[in-house]
């Protein structure tokens, strides 16, 4: 479980400079929080531009309060992260609503579109703001018109943060623990037996583990997406559109799921082909694999599924 701080709840709201602190004061509580229990809150890069006084935006607020509190407020805010577009899924050409308005490139369309496709994410807001409520409705509308809504949830207190995250399953904290939830939770999956030995050896990384889990859980939900025919579903055919094409570059998620290249079929045919699950004297192929952007790993899969 991820948690956003939203943007939109930061617009030129505070009268006075003290109100801010006071709110950005609430903020750091829940970050705190969050760090307690192994979590990150992740935010905006352009967190920073945002207006939080008719004539001030939050960096020009910030540089106005005490050494102490500007100087941790400013590593934060610009050092620290986690910046939630570094790692973002959904796109500018992907339309989210929230009550009529656009919140695409927003932490708020960011949340809808996870929450909508398996991966779990909630929004802390400032206060007090116009967002002190919850859920959010976020609609999601395809190019067709078709619209998608989805509840996520909003929190704006330290306390009701606290209460989430110990309700909440555990994070991550090993590669060992990373393999036992996924053999038991991927029940659609076959894993080879050695399947996770290549993390042995490695530092463990949080953000690269909950990366593989979603990877994972999207293959998982793919691999019940096929009808007896072999054919795929509807929610097959929306899970392919979503991870298994999308464009390159700058703006653009691009493809959770790839096909290896003609190249790196012949130079790692060896290391992309595995002992047959079913029949010891066979083997199988598999030069699909899922992207971890957070690391360099990736899940080797076969195909056709």
């Not at 463990?204 to 072999?230: E, I, P």
């Not at 570059?249 to 595995?274: C, L, P």
Request: hydrophobic fraction near 40%; charge should be neutral.
């Amino acid at each position: 479980m991820d948690l956003l701080v939203n943007d939109r709840s930061l617009h030129g709201q505070f009268v006075t400079l003290a109100a801010f602190r006071g709110a950005i004061g609430r903020v750091m509580e829940i970050w705190r929080v969050a760090h307690r229990f192994g979590r990150a809150l992740y935010y905006h890069r352009n967190l920073a531009q945002a207006r939080v006084t008719p004539e001030m935006t939050m960096l020009q607020a910030i540089q106005a309060l005490k050494t102490e509190e500007r100087r941790a407020l400013m590593q934060w805010l610009t050092r620290h992260g986690p910046f939630w577009e570094d790692a973002r899924h959904h796109t500018p050409d992907d339309w989210l609503e929230w009550d009529g308005e656009i919140v695409t490139d927003t932490a708020v369309g960011e949340a809808g579109w996870c929450c909508l496709n398996g991966i779990e994410r909630v929004l802390v807001s400032l206060t007090p703001s116009d967002w002190e409520f919850s859920p959010v409705s976020i609609d999601w509308i395809s190019g067709t018109g078709a619209k998608k809504t989805v509840a996520v949830e909003n929190h704006w207190t330290s306390e009701s943060v606290e209460a989430l995250l110990q309700a909440a399953q555990a994070p991550l904290d090993s590669w060992r623990q990373l393999e036992a939830r996924a053999r038991t939770r991927c029940t659609e999956l076959t894993f080879d037996a050695n399947a996770f030995s290549p993390l042995e050896g490695h530092p463990f990384v949080s953000g690269a583990a909950d990366r593989l889990h979603v990877v994972l859980d999207t293959l998982n939900r793919f691999k019940s997406c096929f009808a007896a025919d072999g054919r795929r579903t509807a929610e097959g055919h929306e899970l392919y559109r979503k991870f298994f094409t999308g464009k390159k570059g700058k703006g653009g998620r691009g493809a959770v799921f790839s096909d290896s290249s003609d190249d790196e079929k012949r130079r790692f045919k060896q290391e992309m082909t595995f002992r047959h699950p079913e029949k010891a004297d066979e083997t199988i192929f598999c030069p699909w694999y899922g992207k971890i952007g957070t690391s360099q790993l990736r899940v080797h899969f076969s195909w056709p599924v």
